[in-house]
């Protein structure tokens, strides 16, 4: 392989690029560019047991980015890039999506201070995305890790969650965050939303913390906001960090039960023709 980089650049071109068979890891700048671009790194570039590279963006709204890895299968130790960090800088950036898969990274770091968005899933072997360090705000289409470790920074943060796992763990820091669990939430995930005023939102099974679902809220907290777009059912019988409860469909329940006593507000603005029930 080639070996003595130490970063690769695609500035501004309209075409795929490929940096074809590096010998050691590097980090990756992408300006003003389209297409796909390609980092693949020799089999012995990622024999570590850290080995870790940083993309850098500055002005991208359609770009890939894929890393690969020569040789064996991306699950074999030799094969594994752990960590990735991505630097959002200069403008709001948009990846049409991001693949690690192929080097099996567990790892993804965002940083910068400016909006990342990600519109493609995130692969299945990222199970921790730590954004702490981010101040831009991050958009993450899907999240495919079945029980992930997501941190927040103090940006917005909006992402979408069809993982489903047993346990999934959100920690969002400071702005007006929002996790959207489609019908995931249960009474083993956390979601904390931090400062702010924070948004979970839920599929059609809605949301009960009555009776046998009692546990349901134990790892909700600093969540100000509960959000049903679609038809379904919200029954509240205990107070919660939950003051807000936003109705977007054309047909919605919310039963606030004699356990809860605490000042609610239920936002049915925008709706036409709907049928809700409260």
Do not use: C
Not at 29 to 58: H, R
Not at 115 to 121: D, E, F, W, Y
Not at 247 to 263: E, F, K
Not at 268 to 273: S, T, Y
């Amino acid at each position: 392989g080639i070996s003595g980089l130490t970063d690769v650049s695609n500035v501004a071109s309209n075409e795929d690029i490929n940096f074809n068979n590096l010998g050691n890891t590097v980090d990756l700048e992408i300006k003003s560019a389209q297409g796909i671009t390609t980092v693949n790194y020799d089999l012995a570039a990622l024999s570590g047991a850290a080995d870790s590279m940083t993309i850098t963006l500055k002005g991208t709204n359609t770009t890939t980015i894929a890393v690969t890895d020569d040789g064996v299968a991306a699950t074999a130790a030799s094969s594994v890039l752990e960590s990735v960090t991505v630097n959002s800088l200069s403008v709001a950036n948009t990846l049409a999506d991001l693949q690690l898969d192929g080097v099996a990274t567990t790892t993804l770091n965002i940083t910068g201070d400016k909006r990342l968005t990600i519109s493609t899933a995130t692969d299945a072997t990222v199970a921790v995305i730590d954004a702490s360090v981010s101040t831009g705000g991050i958009t993450l289409a899907d999240i495919s890790f079945a029980s992930p470790t997501v941190t927040g920074g103090a940006g917005a943060d909006i992402i979408t969650s069809s993982g489903g796992g047993a346990t999934e763990s959100y920690s969002m820091g400071g702005g007006n965050d929002s996790v959207d669990f489609a019908n995931s939430f249960g009474g083993t995930d956390v979601y904390d939303g931090g400062d702010g005023t924070d948004t979970l939102i839920i599929g059609s099974d809605g949301f009960t913390n009555a009776g046998t679902s009692a546990t349901v809220t134990a790892g909700l907290s600093n969540v100000e906001v509960l959000s049903l777009s679609v038809d379904g059912t919200i029954t509240l019988e205990s107070d919660t960090s939950i003051n807000t409860i936003k109705a977007g469909a054309n047909s919605q329940t919310i039963n606030l039960n004699d356990g809860t006593t605490q000042a609610y507000t239920v936002d049915i603005n925008g709706e036409a023709d709907s049928d809700d029930t409260i």
